[in-house]
């Protein structure tokens, strides 16, 4: 497979990755955070696909292109907003966020086939239920994980229902000053 | 207040501190694993009075006066038989395991209390329910989530329905051989 696919999420000391409404705000710096930015723009530095569930991509979508989001956070915007992306729903008719390709088929066959083809890597963000397939399925090789040392008490957690609990690889556990602390695993 | 009150679980890569079944055992280390028996032993050197709600009480009084667990892993079991418990339930008579006493107060009302006074410090393990009254009133020193790299699927999180979205202060990232994490926040 020439295709890597890799996952970003922000998660909560208590394993969720948004809160019961769906919002993912928990995971806002608290106030200027350097090494947080500087985090984010290397994350965000760009080349990779990203890959959304409906519901993540819905929210994406009516943010990054605003002028808030490109006043507040001007270099991730500008990736966000140029990325090629895939979104998967079998609801949507249309995807208008600039370099979106809808796909309305089985997540796990669409990313096998398409992990198997030329291209750049694919990085999956938010997406909770599309993220619980492609781990079933085995199609990650990498997961970051930021913990951010809020508890929030109830919301979504990733990888619900999947079976047969997987086993990773920890690559790299970095604390920042924030008390984030950035878990990657293979 | 003299005395601190700790928390110590183990937690699956996607926030669960139990199974579905309330099995625990996911946490065990794969084969021999020195530096994780070295962590439990400094971890379980006593001194601390263990604090628990009825379920995890009953699950853990069953396993450490056994033959079984005395022969599996001889100092934990020491300290987890030799150590002062309280246990938390409205509905249990009497709680047999050595050294327990049983309170049917209010546990946040309870441990204030128990804070104030002169005495060993606290350490609650599992215990969800506990765990997340206690973390509501706010009266946990230090928090000790060792995030094992397992994906469980679904299971319990800690401190369910907690509100206000406490932060908590990053002490440490200790990354393990085995892929563990072992996180302290105060």
């Given at each position: ?65 605003t002028d808030m989001a490109k006043q507040m956070m001007p270099e991730v915007a500008k990736t966000m907003n140029e990325s ?103």
């Amino acid at each position: 497979m020439s295709r890597r696919l890799g996952m970003f999420n922000n998660v909560s000391l208590d394993g969720y990755f948004t809160d019961a409404e769906g919002d993912m705000s928990f995971a806002k710096p608290q106030g200027h955070d350097e090494e947080h930015l500087e985090f984010i723009r290397q994350n965000a530095r760009g080349g990779s696909v990203l890959v959304f569930g409906r519901v993540t991509y819905e929210m994406m979508a009516s943010f990054w292109p605003t002028d808030m989001a490109k006043q507040m956070m001007p270099e991730v915007a500008k990736t966000m907003n140029e990325s090629p992306k895939i979104v998967f729903s079998r609801t949507l008719k249309t995807a208008d966020w600039a370099g979106t390709t809808l796909l309305s088929g089985d997540p796990a066959t669409e990313i096998a086939r398409l992990k198997k083809e030329d291209g750049p890597d694919m990085t999956v963000l938010g997406s909770g239920r599309i993220a619980a397939q492609l781990a079933q399925a085995g199609l990650f090789d990498e997961i970051g994980l930021m913990v951010i040392p809020v508890v929030l008490g109830q919301g979504r957690t990733l990888f619900e229902g999947v079976t047969g609990r997987p086993r990773l690889k920890l690559k790299e556990a970095r604390p920042f000053r924030s008390g984030n602390v950035y878990l990657t695993y293979q």
